[in-house]
């Protein structure tokens, strides 16, 4: 978690990072709270605590920060529940190989 400190007032503003991820099998975005320490880049797959329990899948963003009334009003526009789930980790994918080692 971040801190920004307002001049004009005397208390601190929290942000937390956040990534949109695109699960297996869905053609819908949801926005996941990356814990700090965590860092997830557009394209890395990730384990995500949902609703219906770990789930797979694909950040489809860059991470973003926001702080707590920035997300109020995004969650107005989007319609995501509260509170916002967290990505678990970040899965690490065995590489595929690249067609100039093939032997033909």
Known sequence: ?????NLNKINAVELRTYIFVKHENSCKNFLFEVPDGLEIFNGDYVLCDTMKGEARGKAVSYPFDLDENALHQLKDYLGFYWPVKKIIAKLEMPKQQDDEDLPF
């Open 1 to 5: 978690m971040k801190r920004l400190y």
